[in-house]
């Protein structure tokens, strides 16, 4: 499994920017759509520049196969940059603060006979949102801008008029739950990712099985050993034959566990393995899919980060991405990071990014989640990125690698959990 981006000189940014990905879930928490996020980091930026250069050399690798939403003023509307949007991948989503003219009117029609759907950012009840509303499919409202009774209200008036709903800032689960009963068809935030307090909870066989075999390696126990180990899990044995038998591992036919703890290596079995760890046999795979994807990127993102910053020294970035990976597990096992830390052994500096966001690790750990929230912590970003010497364009090429990386890891998984 290669840790190795190439940087393009031709691919540069011309602005400072931040981008994100946000996932966007459904009624079920089945991962329906992301979220594309760009947010100047100083004054003068151009927007437009920015997206023209992730919709012609990033879009795939950011998306995968999944929709996006993308917010877009007038000015974007009436430019060039929309023959390099997509329309197949993109609903265009409009503000209800636009300036409602014939000309707009006009525009709109032209994208939407060229493919393009639309949805209708709306704060309440507005000239341009009834004039904008017949032309969208989907209304989205930002919960943390409404009173309850008003969410109530829009909700209710919006459905009459047909319309999809989809609840933005949706960061903690009884939002979700709160959302999910006002009849909200989709929503975006970072809800799925909060800790339910189940005390009492344990890792599950598969899950302690796992972390024995990764404490096996880190310990440099003999093959035969860690043959033996993974013979005692039926399951594991098979997933890994076929990730043995994938043509990127190797173009033989691998019948044997012996042979495919060959082929893989001990490096790639680890990584595969701190993968395993967030699958839950109890649990919709569809429905770990977005908690898979956001630990993957982070994972992936943090090596990547590493292998930047030092560049030569493989087992930092071997650290980095155990630190990104594990950085969900609290979610995953429903069990405080502390006790799950007592289960799993790591060295000191993982131990101490964890808990407390301390140390090298820890820092690395503390952008990736900022890059998750650039509208809110776009500050401490950008303080994070200057302390590291890491430019905008540095961090948006290995954010688009860590993406496609976590996208395709991500549903390895799930597909082999099928």
């Known amino acids: 499994m290669s840790t190795i ?34 947010c100047p980091a100083g004054a003068g930026a151009d927007t437009s520049a920015v997206i023209a250069d992730v919709m012609r050399h990033g879009v795939t690798r950011i998306l995968g ?58 704060a309440g009840d507005s000239e341009a949102a009834r004039q904008l509303l017949p032309l ?35 960061d903690t689960l009884a939002q979700f739950e709160a959302c999910h009963a006002l009849g909200f068809d989709y929503f975006a935030g970072y809800h799925f990712i909060e800790r339910q307090d189940q005390s009492g909870q344990k890792l599950n066989p598969a899950q302690q099985a796992i972390a024995e075999l990764i404490a096996m390696i880190d310990a440099d126990a003999p093959d035969a050993d860690i043959e033996r180990s993974i013979k005692t899990n039926v399951a594991l044995g098979l997933n890994l034959l076929r990730l043995a038998n994938t043509p990127a591992t190797s173009s033989h036919r691998i019948d044997s566990l012996r042979q495919a703890l060959a082929v893989v290596g001990r490096d790639q079995l680890r990584r595969w ?25 982070r994972g992936r993102l943090l090596e990547l980060l590493a292998h930047k910053l030092v560049p030569g ?11 990104g990976i594990m950085s969900l597990m609290d979610t995953v096992f429903d069990l405080p990071m502390h006790d799950i830390l007592q289960r799993i052994p790591v060295v000191d500096e993982v131990r101490e990014a964890l808990l407390s966001r301390q140390g090298y690790f820890g820092m690395l750990l503390t952008l990736a989640e900022h890059t998750e929230r650039i509208e809110r912590e776009g500050e401490q970003l950008r303080q994070r990125m200057a302390a590291l010497r890491l430019s905008h364009n540095d961090l948006y090429l290995l954010q688009l690698a860590a993406f496609e990386w976590s996208d395709q890891a991500s549903r390895n998984l799930v597909h082999h959990a099928r």
């Open 5 to 38: 981006v190439t940087f393009s000189s031709a691919h540069v940014l011309s602005s400072d920017f931040f981008m994100a990905r946000n996932p966007i879930l459904d009624r079920s928490r089945h991962l329906a759509a992301h979220e594309l996020l760009f």
């Open 65 to 122: 196969d999944m929709p996006a939403y993308l917010k877009v003023d007038a000015a974007v509307l009436a430019s060039d940059l929309m023959q390099a949007i997509p329309p197949e991948r993109v609903v265009l989503a409009l503000a209800d603060s636009m300036r409602v003219t014939p000309h707009l009117l006009s525009r709109i029609g032209e994208l939407a006979q060229a493919g393009f759907a639309f949805a209708l950012d709306v």
């Open 136 to 170: 969208v499919a989907t209304v989205r409202i930002d919960i943390a801008a409404a009173a309850p009774e008003q969410l109530t209200i829009l909700c209710r008036d919006f459905r009459s008029h047909g319309k999809r709903l989809l609840a933005q800032g949706v």
């Open 273 to 297: 393995l701190q993968i395993m760890q967030h699958e839950d046999s109890g649990i919709d795979a569809r429905r770990m899919m977005p908690l898979l994807m956001q630990a993957t990127t």
């Open 313 to 323: 020294n493989r087992g930092i970035g071997d650290t980095a991405f155990m630190v």
